[in-house]
Structures are given as C-alpha cells and as structure tokens.
C-alpha cells in the first residue's frame, strides 16, 4: 500500500481507529460509540486505509460490527466484511500448511513453536478470523535447522537466498532467520524458520524452550506454544525492532497481557534484564498503555515513565501514529532507533561492529568469490557500505544524534542495508 501522506490523515480519523481498538479490547472506562459520529468527523476511505496499513481490519470490524452506529457505517461495514472473509479463508490456508509442517517436522524428530501469523491469532484472539496473517513462521533449536532446511526443500520450497556451504555457514552465525517460499497454484507460502529471537539482545531460547506450554490449534490440535512471558518479550522485540509501525503489534501485547492475568511479572521482568532488552520491554508496555489503555502492574509502569529514553521514543512513536505519514523509516533511522533499545553501552557497540564487518547476502550477490576467498569479504563490506551509503555521513549522523539515556559520547560507526539491519 502506497504512503498516506500526513496533510490528508486526518487525526480525527485516527484517534477514531483507536478508539475502536480500546473498544474491542474492552478497555474499563472506554465511552460507548453512540454519538461519536456527529462530534468526529471520520473519513471512511481513510479509516479502511489506515486499518489495512496497521493490520487491524479485522479488529475494527468487529468493534464497529453491532455497535449501533449510524447508517454512514454500512458501505465500511461490507466493505470490512468482505475483506474479513478473504483474510479468514488466507489464514485457514496457511493453518493447514503450518499444521502440515510441523506434522512432518514431528516425525522427524525436530522440535517446532509456531510463531506469529494464524498460531498467534488462535492462541490470542481465540480466532483465526481476528488477525491477519501474511506467512508462517517456525521457531527451531539453531542444531535442527539444517534438517528442517533439508524437509523444507523436499516439499517443493526455495530459500530465499541461494548461497554457497561457507556462505550459509556465516549466515546462520549472524542471522536469525531464513525464508523459503513454496509455489502453490497462483498463490505463494512463505514459512520463516527462527533459530533465535533476534541478534540485538541475549535471549537465553535454552529456557524458553523449558517453559513452553501446550496450545489449541484450529480448535482440536495441540501444538507446543511460547510461555506467556517468553512471548510478551519476543512480541515487544519484534515491535521495537520494526519501530512501532503497525498498531496490530501493540494490539497483540495489549490482548495478551489482558487474557493471561496470572502473568509472572517477575520472571518478565528477570528475562529482560538478563537479556539485555528491558528497555524493549518498558517501550512496548508503555505504548499499550498509553496507546491502547492496557492495564499494567503499577510498579512495571513507574519504571517505564521513569526513563526518559523509553518516554522519548514512545512519544515519537505516539506522533507518527496519530500525526505523522505512514512511512517505512530510513535506514539510518532504523539503525539509530536499534542502538537506542540497547541497555548497554557493549552491547551498541557492538552492533555497529556487527553491521560495519560482517558480510550478508548483498555482499555475496554484488561480488560473487569463490569460498577459499570468502574472507576478503570482511574487508570489502566496509568499503561497499562506504560508497553506497557515505560512511562518513552515517557515522557524524548518529554521533551527533544518539545520545542514549544518561550516557555520555558514545561511538556510532555504519548506516548498514535494510536486510543488516534486521539480522
């Protein structure tokens, strides 16, 4: 979908589809709808839009379907609900494909979490037809991946990226993910086998995979699933480290906070900080919060208001939701907001060394050497970024502009490529 440029996005509109997130959310204290359309002004073919770009069509069919609002609802209403039907019958078909996968990751003896897409929309929403679903994603142990590769391609899949044996060594060192695709008819899967959470924070998955539970599927089958905590911090790491762009993602930390009341704060709380992530953590409570009214522990939110970092970032992102374009942020943006969400000083540091050295897929394509020459990678990488990018540039950017928390200077070195950048 095309930017929705700011001077037409009315904030009224806006604070309208917020609106009718806290509705369904069941927010206490959140008026009902009645008269809300004589003191709005709401823009239909805005809100439809603004839904579709955050990913919450469903969610706001729902909350306007039976709301006893005005007739000037009824041309969004059908227009929702045929949009809500096609999106079941897509995530139905990905189900399907997921429960098929890990099927057969089952029989060969490789453990597999659902993440993400219709396993998460079951296990939050109690209704596939309540989120909307792009691909799978699987979560592996970093060991099994070779094998579940080899089932995937067995199957009819193609990996995102062809590489050489020293090439796909170095990718599954510095990477998180590999994506496959697998042509169906006129339609594409796209399944995403995570061996980690993300290469930004230290997330101990030997626990994790400790603390899964057991989840419904498709209302009968049993799958493994994330831990309620465990899943509250990857969802706030996806958000963060996406910038808070998509209102579903807050909607997703708010739902899950709200259905699991037994939450085990403290084993939160202990994850985040040993993981390196709690800023991460308090960002993403604080915008549900503030956003979305989802209730937290008082404690939880007195340490979210009590860092100005996390209270600047959360009003940056506060502004572009309700004020600002619809746009994917620059790259040098998205490196600087990534240094940002790091509680430590080591651990920015090096994440620039990470995006200023380590080779990637861009690399490999734009010079192709043979593998007893691979190493020459790690010192044409800096030198590519550098004419591509304008190195000198990227590093007076963030030196000028990331000051994080209470810190002094601190060193920021590379502008690194949209794919780097999400390793």
């Given at each position: 979908m095309k930017p929705i440029p700011s001077d037409i996005a009315s904030t009224s509109t806006r604070q309208f589809l917020i609106r009718c997130l806290r509705a369904f959310l069941g927010v206490e204290g959140e008026p009902p709808f009645d008269g809300v359309i004589e003191e709005e002004v709401v823009d239909w073919n805005l809100l439809f839009q603004l839904a579709s770009w955050h990913k919450v069509l469903p969610l706001l069919y729902r909350s306007l379907q039976g709301a006893g609002l005005q007739a000037a609802t009824e041309p969004v209403l059908s227009r929702l609900k045929a949009y809500v039907r096609s999106a079941l019958g897509h995530s139905l078909f990905l189900t399907g494909e997921l429960l098929r996968l890990l099927k057969r990751f089952e029989a060969q003896g490789i453990p597999a979490i659902p993440l993400k897409g219709p396993a998460l929309a079951s296990f939050l929403y109690g209704d596939m037809a309540l989120r909307q679903s792009v691909d799978i994603d699987i979560l592996l142990r970093h060991e099994d991946f070779p094998a579940a590769k080899r089932l995937l391609l067995s199957?009819?899949?193609q990996p995102e990226y062809q590489l050489t044996r020293r090439q796909e060594k170095a990718y599954l060192q510095y990477n998180v993910e590999e994506s496959f695709t697998l042509a169906r008819g006129d339609t594409k899967i796209t399944t995403e086998l995570h061996w980690s959470v993300d290469l930004l924070f230290h997330v101990n998955l030997k626990g994790v995979w400790e603390r899964c539970e057991t989840a419904?599927?498709?209302g009968a089958t049993v799958v493994t699933a994330l831990s309620p905590e465990d899943l509250l911090l990857f969802l706030c790491v996806h958000g963060s480290k996406h910038g808070w762009r998509c209102l579903q993602w807050l909607c997703d930390v708010a739902r899950l906070v709200s259905i699991h009341v037994t939450m085990d704060w403290g084993l939160v709380m202990e994850q985040a900080k040993t993981s390196g992530c709690q800023r991460v953590l308090f960002l993403g409570l604080f915008l549900a919060n503030d956003i979305l009214?989802?209730?937290?522990?008082?404690?939880?939110?007195?340490?979210?208001q009590h860092d100005p970092?996390?209270?600047?970032?959360?009003?940056?992102?506060?502004r572009r939701l309700l004020e600002g374009p619809l746009i994917v942020p620059e790259i040098q943006k998205k490196m600087l907001h990534s240094l940002q969400l790091m509680d430590h000083v080591q651990d920015r540091i090096s994440y620039c060394v990470h995006v200023l050295t380590t080779p990637g897929p861009a690399d490999w394509s734009s010079l192709p050497l043979p593998d007893f020459l691979f190493p020459l990678y790690y010192v044409l990488r800096p030198m590519r970024l550098a004419g591509k990018y304008g190195l000198v540039k990227a590093v007076n950017y963030i030196y000028k502009r990331c000051k994080v928390g209470n810190t002094t200077k601190e060193r920021r070195n590379s502008s690194p490529e949209e794919k780097d950048l999400t390793r």
């Open positions: 199957l009819g899949y419904s599927l498709a009214g989802t209730p937290i522990p008082h404690e939880i939110k007195q340490k979210t970092l996390t209270a600047r970032l959360a009003g940056q992102v506060t």
